[in-house]
């Protein structure tokens, strides 16, 4: 089991709500992502960092921010909440190996924007 | 365009029994493939790394198959169980860039029935 913590595990919210989706990770780990992914469907990047004060946007556009203030934590914001981001969020972290980065994930946050 | 296309999209098998999910990618340059699993609510684990000189690992009840000139893989499972239920996602990972960019399967739904 992967060291890498989200929270909340699920989230109702309003149109308009400004939430943050909270990543945190003990491995130490200097790359930090996250993934938007929707049933059925591939993971898409909306976010990147490579260490701390470094973050960068994904292949996927998306109206969330992101922060990397600390080694281990790596929150998303989105300061106004629509229908159109109700999905699953994943964050994952890696640190570079001589066989390529293996990704470890946390558990998700599902998200309903009502 | 790099794509990674899996298949079958499900697949419903009886516990014991073998299965054969299949994955082919036209991502290029190529670094690795990896088979993660991905059970319900959770995030992705790895299962597997295949780099271009190896043809096929096993990790337990599951062996990856990795054909670089044809650029198709393959993951088997054998004597499946009810446990095995999950998705299975590919995922390439090019060499062209510092992130070492992966490039993500929508996955194999697979329903092991008792």
């Known amino acids: 089991e992967a060291d890498i913590y989200q929270t909340p595990r699920y989230l109702v919210i309003g149109t308009g709500k400004k939430i943050t989706l909270e990543c945190s990770q003990t491995m130490g780990h200097d790359k930090m992502y996250w993934y938007q992914q929707d049933p059925g469907m591939e993971l898409h990047l909306i976010h990147y960092s490579y260490g701390v004060n470094s973050t960068e946007k994904g292949d996927l556009s998306s109206e969330s921010t992101v922060s990397r203030i600390r080694t281990e934590h790596f929150p998303l914001t989105l300061e106004s909440a629509r229908p159109s981001h109700t999905s699953q969020y994943l964050c994952?972290?890696?640190?570079?190996?001589?066989?390529?980065?293996?990704?470890?994930f946390g558990p998700g946050t599902r998200l309903t924007v009502l | 365009k790099n794509q990674v296309e899996q298949s079958p999209q499900s697949l419903i098998i009886l516990e014991g029994k073998n299965c054969t999910l299949q994955?082919?990618?036209?991502?290029?340059?190529?670094?690795?493939l990896r088979w993660y699993k991905q059970d319900t609510g959770r995030g992705p684990v790895s299962l597997t790394i295949?780099?271009?000189?190896?043809n096929t690992k096993s990790n337990g009840r599951y062996t990856a198959t990795l054909d670089a000139d044809t650029k198709q893989s393959s993951l088997h499972i054998t004597a499946s169980q009810l446990s095995d239920s999950a998705s299975y996602i590919c995922?390439?990972?090019?060499?062209?860039?510092?992130?070492?960019?992966?490039?993500f399967g929508r996955g194999t739904q697979l329903t092991v029935w008792p």
């Open positions: 994955c082919n990618y036209t991502v290029s340059p190529f670094s690795n």
């Open positions: 295949m780099t271009f000189s190896e």
């Open positions: 995922v390439v990972s090019d060499r062209g860039s510092t992130l070492g960019r992966l490039y």
């Open positions: 994952a972290s890696s640190e570079s190996s001589g066989t390529g980065d293996e990704q470890f």
